[in-house]
């Protein structure tokens, strides 16, 4: 393929930007004939991932599943952008050491609970108020903020489009090395 295959783990809260960002990645580098592919934590749970569900060993298990593949598909020189919500460091690290540190790169879509909670876009924030979503991630179930993250990008305090070229910026200069 010509390229060297890199994992870019997108996380953050339901509604912080995640999957907005990669697709839009997803469509950049495949203007320019990198060869990507999306692994969206939605996707994969209607799908891969459908007999998950949201307690922290389902939530383990799906980090677990989705690592595995993501490795596969970089050991074939394959960019893959990765968009879960990821929730604890347990997680990212397994996920880590599962993909190996030269080809993760750990980046944090940074939004306030509040900001995702107005912006409600899967009505997700709305079944969990009225008690019809359980461990809900910012409310029932603790995310924790990243420690070492290689990217922070605050969509709730940029613009998309400062957004999407900072993301974009990063994960061209990591794929030129």
Not at 150 to 175: A, F, G, P
Request: proline letters at 1%; a negative charge.
């Amino acid at each position: 393929m010509g390229q060297k295959g890199m994992v870019f783990w997108h996380y953050g809260l339901s509604g912080s930007g995640k999957s907005t960002l990669v697709l839009e990645m997803e469509k950049r580098l495949h203007h320019e004939g990198i060869h990507s592919v999306v692994l969206d934590g939605d996707n994969l749970r209607s799908g891969l991932n459908k007999d998950l569900g949201f307690s922290d060993d389902d939530r383990r298990e799906n980090i677990r599943r989705v690592s595995e593949l993501a490795k596969i598909l970089a050991e074939n020189g394959i960019i893959v952008l990765v968009s879960l919500i990821s929730p604890l460091h347990e997680f990212r690290s397994s996920a880590k050491a599962i993909i190996g540190e030269e080809s993760f790169h750990e980046i944090y879509i940074q939004a306030s609970f509040a900001a995702c909670k107005e912006r409600d876009v899967k009505g997700l924030y709305a079944k969990a108020e009225s008690g019809n979503v359980k461990s809900f991630t910012g409310k029932e179930s603790s995310f924790e903020v990243p420690e070492s993250a290689h990217l922070i990008i605050n969509t709730e305090e940029e613009s998309k489009e400062t957004s999407v070229n900072k993301l974009y910026s990063y994960i061209r200069n990591s794929i030129s090395i």
